[in-house]
């Protein structure tokens, strides 16, 4: 693509874009969108940003244990932000345990709306008796809170897997365990938009030519209906990371040797009132800042995507 | 002084790509007792101008210039809570849809009395007494009983009379109606029309009627103003302005509408308003309107023969069966019942009826989407498998197409033309590589009059009747032996009606399709028939040639719905108009 293709290209997507001229007159959800591409860069880039290497138990020393951060008069040039009760240089965790959360959200749903979408899609396009028992089993899933789900799929992962193997799959376990506590929000909204969608008369003359319902639905609906599905995608994945956060906090979530966010944040809650306060509140910071500018960009979208709230 | 005087009313609305204007430089002088029409086409302003008399501006949109005076009252500089004393006491609305105008969870007396209680100093009694003395007005028969019913115990023009009960409750002086009986059926139509002239003469209420129909102008107004793009193009006395157009467009707009009197071989075409910009960023070689011709003969079709019947249906019954809960007994609706016609080759057939006699049932029934209790369907001398039965690759699934009335909805948004159009080619393989179908997708777009450049574009870049071109593409492009069109140019303005309607006779001239034109429009089916089929709740009552039954219809219900017709006898002759044109 040249310049002058590509100077063509802005010019029409920004005279066309609706939600790209809000954007960029809403000060939020630009605030927001700098923090989530400074955040991104921050963890794809961990292993060259990071001094040290949480990971690697060589790498640290129960010797620069509680250190705090460099402003304070005890605190070290060598670790920024202070270490914690392990000697674990806190920047390098938070960076490569936000990069693990954010890894674990962004997989879950994936899976979430993988199997929302589409058992929501087929249960809105067939209806009857398929629509029927899929809608009764999200039921039963909206009844059961999001951690019992996943407290429950570790249980059962543990059960099964040698306990070496739990924790190498521990990844797997939650992205699983999150995944099906949101598919539900997905198959219910993708439900409620084919329901619209099925009776438009673009749908009906793809049915008379005689295509499969499969075709139908996803080659003729889908495209239709991913709207607001992209906005609850933003939306949940502020949730999952949350929710990752807390199964890890709560101990059922990855080992404490590969630490997320959530995992620091547990550790950090023993020495909360013990004068190391840095320990839990950096953490905390990374966590609550990525979790707002999530949910402000998928507040944003959801407002710009739907004409009738502006 | 008039009652109402607008003068050089300018109505602006800021976008970011600078102010559109949707009204400029309107002047209007309203009198008690008169009935002003407001006529244009879709994006002329007229709904504009009625909300900018009530104060009631859509989002964003502003008077830039001008003034409204009623009665020595500036309205265009009030502030809200002046708005509020006048707005619903001395200037009200009717609006378009009944359905959606009245609020469903209050009893009619609620409504009426809570708007009477607000406008007038009167006790509850006196005002359930004025309710009582409305309805009847309004010729609501057993007024006392009925008003404590809930407006879905009342028929669509029931509730249409409710809502203008509830537009005088305050005895106002300006009354705007907004499309009042354009969600009605025609028999329905008139008897609401007939109420809101009488009522403007009794009461000495000033009405300004907008519509895009000019049959109803033509049967109500004293004056009318004719708009386009925001800008009044002619105004006069009903009987000046539509049996001696002066203006061009205007010319255009009452040449265009169909007549119930006589059968004209085309429309006239004399001023398009759906101008098509051409650019030939791409061209796909080899591709013209010639080519697509020549390739739909490909299908051999061949001349007219009334006696070569293309489809046969037979005693067609659809019954709707549901079961609201599993505790409740099943219900069922007959939504046609014993349904039986034929259409010959090259033939159109047009089926009539009001809104819920089953037209479009029988329609979807014959290419196989709705649920068939009995009867038979023999499409092209052999009988077609019916509703789920019938195979996914059965010939006439491709014989058979079919074209909606909602350009809106029947064309997938997130597709590009291309794509649209070139489904069918693919899905029944009648291209044997891609670039033959990209060549066969263009030609067809110049064949229904749209540039090559469209391609690329998606249905939303597209008016109505451009979006309704590009349907009829992608049902001929199929090669189908029968068109069914349900309800095509419902949606469009009367000149791009005009438009479709002579390239639906243009390709049936040239092509030999048999075509089931389905249309509550009784002018627009004398102008596309052969023969017509009258239905009425899911059963046929009156079944012959075009040019017989609307000379001489013989069941009473046909008569009756030639009758409620709004006269067009006003109108100036199309011919005349398109002699006058020439010279």
């Not at chain 1, 674990?88 to 979408?117: C, E, K, Q, T």
């Not at chain 1, 239709?224 to 994945?237: F, K």
């Not at chain 2, 992608?474 to 009606?497: G, H, N």
Request: negative net charge; proline residues 5%; aromatic residues 6%.
């Amino acid at each position: 693509m040249t310049v002058h293709n590509l100077q063509n290209w802005w010019r029409r997507v920004s005279l066309e874009s609706e939600v790209l001229y809000l954007f960029l007159r809403s000060p939020a959800a630009l605030i927001a969108a700098a923090f989530v591409v400074v955040i991104g860069i921050a963890v794809v880039l961990a292993p060259f940003l990071a001094p040290n290497n949480p990971y690697d138990l060589s790498s640290f020393d129960l010797l620069d244990s509680l250190i705090p951060p460099v402003w304070i008069a005890e605190g070290e040039a060598r670790f920024l932000l202070g270490t914690d009760d392990q000697g674990r240089d806190l920047i390098s965790s938070i960076l490569y345990g936000a990069r693990l959360s954010i890894m674990i959200g962004a997989v879950s749903i994936l899976f979430a709306v993988v199997l929302g979408v589409g058992l929501g899609l087929a249960a809105g396009y067939l209806g009857g008796r398929f629509d029927m028992i899929v809608m009764r089993i999200a039921d039963v899933q909206l009844s059961l809170p999001a951690i019992l789900t996943a407290l429950l799929i570790d249980g059962i992962a543990r059960g099964i897997l040698p306990g070496d193997a739990h924790d190498r799959l521990m990844f797997f376990v939650l992205v699983v365990a999150i995944g099906l506590s949101l598919w539900v929000n997905f198959a219910r909204m993708a439900r409620a938009s084919t329901f619209v969608e099925r009776n438009k008369e673009y749908v009906q003359a793809a049915e008379i030519m005689g295509l499969s319902p499969w075709r139908v639905m996803f080659v003729h609906i889908l495209p239709n209906i991913l709207g607001p599905l992209m906005v609850i995608m933003t939306v949940d994945l502020a949730v999952a990371i949350l929710l990752e956060a807390t199964l890890s906090f709560l101990g059922v979530g990855v080992p404490a040797d590969q630490p997320s966010l959530g995992t620091l944040i547990r550790i950090g809650t023993s020495y909360m009132f013990s004068g190391e306060w840095w320990v839990v509140l950096f953490p905390s910071a990374a966590l609550i800042l990525l979790i707002i500018s999530v949910n402000v960009l998928g507040d944003f979208l959801r407002d710009a995507l739907n004409p009738r709230l502006r | 002084m008039a009652l109402l005087e607008i003068k050089d009313l300018t109505v602006e609305f800021p976008t970011r790509f600078g102010a559109h204007i949707a009204v400029s430089n309107y002047d209007l002088h309203l009198e008690r007792g008169e009935v002003h029409g407001l006529v244009g086409e879709s994006g002329a302003g007229k709904s504009t101008i009625g909300a900018a008399i009530l104060g009631l501006l859509p989002g964003t949109g502003r008077v830039t210039g001008g003034s409204i005076v009623l009665d020595k009252q500036e309205l265009t500089t009030l502030d809200s809570a002046a708005w509020h004393g006048l707005r619903g006491n001395r200037i009200s609305m009717i609006f378009q849809d009944p359905q959606t105008s009245l609020n469903p969870l209050l009893t009619i007396e609620d409504q009426l009395l809570e708007t009477i209680l607000q406008h007038l100093p009167l006790t509850d009694d006196e005002g359930r007494a004025r309710a009582l003395h409305l309805l009847n007005d309004v010729g609501i028969r057993d007024a006392k009983t009925r008003m404590k019913d809930y407006p879905h115990q009342f028929s669509g023009g029931m509730r249409q009379r409710v809502v203008i009960a509830l537009a005088l409750a305050s005895e106002p002086d300006v009354i705007v109606a907004d499309e009042p009986t354009t969600a009605l059926d025609v028999s329905v139509q008139k008897q609401i029309l007939g109420l809101i002239k009488k009522l403007a003469k009794d009461r000495g209420v000033a009405i300004l009627l907008i519509t895009h129909d000019m049959g109803v102008i033509a049967e109500i107004t004293d004056c009318v103003s004719v708009l386009l793009n925001g800008t009044c193009v002619e105004r006069g006395t009903t009987g000046d302005v539509l049996g001696r157009p002066k203006q061009p467009y205007t010319r255009s707009l009452v040449a265009s509408v169909p007549r119930l009197n006589k059968r004209v071989a085309r429309f006239p075409e004399l001023q398009s308003r759906d101008p098509l910009s051409i650019d030939t960023a791409c061209s796909v070689p080899g591709a013209s309107a010639e080519f697509a011709a020549e390739w739909l003969l490909g299908g051999s079709q061949t001349g007219p023969d009334p006696d070569d019947a293309v489809i046969a249906v037979e005693n067609l019954s659809v019954v709707f069966s549901s079961r609201p809960s599993l505790f409740q007994k099943r219900t069922e609706f007959q939504a046609a019942n014993r349904v039986s016609f034929r259409i010959g080759r090259g033939e159109t057939l047009g089926l009539v009826g009001e809104s819920g006699s089953g037209k479009s049932t029988v329609a979807k029934a014959i290419v196989g989407i709705n649920p068939t209790r009995e009867g038979r369907v023999s499409f092209l001398e052999r009988q077609l498998e019916l509703a789920h039965k019938r195979p996914t690759n059965d010939p006439s699934r491709r014989q058979i197409q079919m074209i909606f009335q909602d350009p809106y909805s029947s064309l997938n948004n997130r597709w590009r033309v291309e794509n649209i159009i070139s489904e069918p080619i693919k899905f029944y393989g009648l291209a044997t590589h891609p670039g033959e179908a990209r060549k066969i997708a263009a030609s067809m777009l110049a064949l229904v009059g749209l540039p090559q450049s469209a391609l690329l574009k998606y249905p939303h870049q597209f008016s109505g009747g451009q979006r309704q071109r590009i349907a009829i593409a992608r049902a001929l492009v199929a090669r189908p032996t029968l068109l069914i069109c349900d309800e095509p140019t419902s949606a469009l303005d009367v000149s791009v009606q005009a438009q479709i309607l002579n390239l639906f006779k243009d390709i049936q001239a040239k092509f030999g399709l048999s075509i089931l034109f389905i249309s509550h429009d009784l002018p627009v089916v004398r102008q596309m028939s052969d023969s017509i089929v009258v239905m009425r709740n899911g059963e046929v009552v009156e079944a012959g040639p075009s040019e017989s039954f609307f000379d001489n219809p013989c069941h009473a219900y046909s008569q009756l719905l030639m009758a409620e017709m709004p006269s067009l006898d006003l109108l100036a002759d199309p011919e005349t108009l398109m002699a006058e044109a020439r010279n």
